[in-house]
């Protein structure tokens, strides 16, 4: 009954966001109802996940990271000031090699990028699994002041609505009609 805004889906899992605010965990299989990911207080419009590690963004302005099996949020970033419509998570790749014949690895770490209606983007480090608990608080005075924040990247005029990410490129598009 509600619109399904965002999904991800491999041979175990499927996961959707919805407006309902909610995000459902299915089994592929047989499409039965596994888990409901409770948190976020406002509509889901973009999530990714990688292995267990799932983010998800919100019309609440949050950034928000779960493990998916254990149905529970582990971090919780701010920053955004509008809502938050698109997100990948960039794995490093190897994309040469040293003079020594080590690989050289882009980005250094994994990461996520979110796009807003606000129109940036922000960058983020993915948390590990076994990186501690952190819930940044709605009124958050500095919003910058995550551990998990990097920067933020600006020039787009209009919510930004699509983004892709390979090694240490990024592109982003956005309803002001440009690709930067």
Not at 94 to 122: C, N
Not at 145 to 150: A, E, I, M, R, T
């Amino acid at each position: 009954t509600h619109v399904v805004t965002c999904l991800q889906f491999d041979t175990d899992k499927i996961l959707t966001g919805s407006d309902d605010n909610n995000i459902n965990v299915y089994e592929t299989r047989t499409g039965v109802l596994k888990a409901i990911l409770t948190g976020h207080e406002g509509g889901v419009w973009a999530l990714q996940y990688d292995g267990n590690t799932l983010v998800s963004g919100s019309t609440d302005r949050s950034v928000r990271v779960w493990n998916i099996a254990e149905g529970r949020e582990t971090q919780v970033f701010r920053g955004h000031t509008s809502t938050v419509r698109c997100l990948p998570i960039c794995t490093p790749v190897k994309v040469g090699e040293s003079a020594e014949g080590r690989p050289i690895m882009m980005p250094k770490q994994p990461l996520i990028i979110t796009g807003s209606r606000d129109s940036t983007l922000r960058v983020w480090k993915l948390p590990r699994a076994d990186d501690p608990v952190f819930i940044q608080a709605e009124n958050e005075t500095d919003a910058d002041d995550c551990p998990y924040f990097v920067r933020i990247l600006t020039g787009h005029q209009h919510s930004v609505r699509a983004i892709a990410a390979h090694a240490d490129t990024l592109v982003s598009g956005s309803y002001d009609c440009t690709v930067r």
